[in-house]
Every structure is written in structure tokens, then in C-alpha cells.
């Protein structure tokens, strides 16, 4: 299984940002896909989570209205798009499948965002 993370980077409070997740390795349009992220010092935390055709998703309380998670089952890739960026939201952000828990204990490098102004 590998995931590959990317579209981060430092972005001013109030900002936006579309990160993408692509997977492989596993059926991907089968199963459910969430995002992540682990702030400096901070345990990783679930971010959002979206089952496997797309129609039903689930926020984390700091980013629900601000955040909104998305796949394309044909390019096996997961997105995030984050508006109106905090610098609470400062982590590295991670993909994995699952709705909420993490399946796999492997992970992809990650994608740095950095929210400051």
C-alpha cells in the first residue's frame, strides 16, 4: 500500500488550500478514505473521512464548514479542500483508508501546511 501526499504549503490566515491524496496498492473505490494531520508536539488527529462512493462525509468539529473532503474514484485519489485557513491548522496532514480509524499503520510522507501570517 503506498500513499502520496501533496499540496501543501504556507498559506495566510484566511487562506486556502487543496491537498491530494493518491493511493494504491488496495481496491480503492471499495473502501472509505479519511485525512489526518499531526501538529508539532500533538498526537495525529482525524481531520475528515468520506465512504467509498463519495456521497456521505464526516468532520472533525475544528474544520466542519471549512473543510471539504472529496474523492475521484477513477484517479484513486482523495482531496481536501481547507478555506478560510487558522493557524490551528498548522500540521502535517496525512491520508490512510478508514472513515474515522486508520487501517493501515503505514503511512505516506505527509504534506506540510503552514498557516501564518
Known amino acids: 500500500v503506498q500513499f502520496v501526499e501533496s499540496g501543501g504549503g504556507l498559506v495566510k490566515p484566511g487562506g486556502s488550500l487543496r491537498l491530494s491524496c493518491a493511493a494504491s496498492g488496495f481496491t480503492f473505490s471499495s473502501y472509505g478514505m479519511s485525512w489526518y494531520r499531526q501538529a508539532p508536539g500533538k498526537k495525529r488527529e482525524w481531520v475528515a473521512g468520506?465512504?467509498?462512493?463519495?456521497?456521505?462525509?464526516n468532520y472533525a468539529d475544528s474544520v466542519k464548514g471549512r473543510f471539504t473532503i472529496s474523492r475521484d474514484n477513477a484517479k484513486n485519489t482523495v482531496y481536501l479542500q481547507m478555506n478560510s485557513l487558522k493557524p490551528e491548522d498548522t500540521a502535517v496532514y496525512y491520508c490512510?483508508?478508514?472513515?474515522?480509524?486508520?487501517?493501515?499503520?503505514?503511512w505516506g510522507q505527509g504534506t506540510q501546511v503552514t498557516v501564518s501570517s
Open positions: 468520506i465512504e467509498r462512493t463519495g456521497m456521505s462525509t
Open positions: 490512510n483508508r478508514g472513515m474515522v480509524f486508520p487501517f493501515f499503520t503505514s
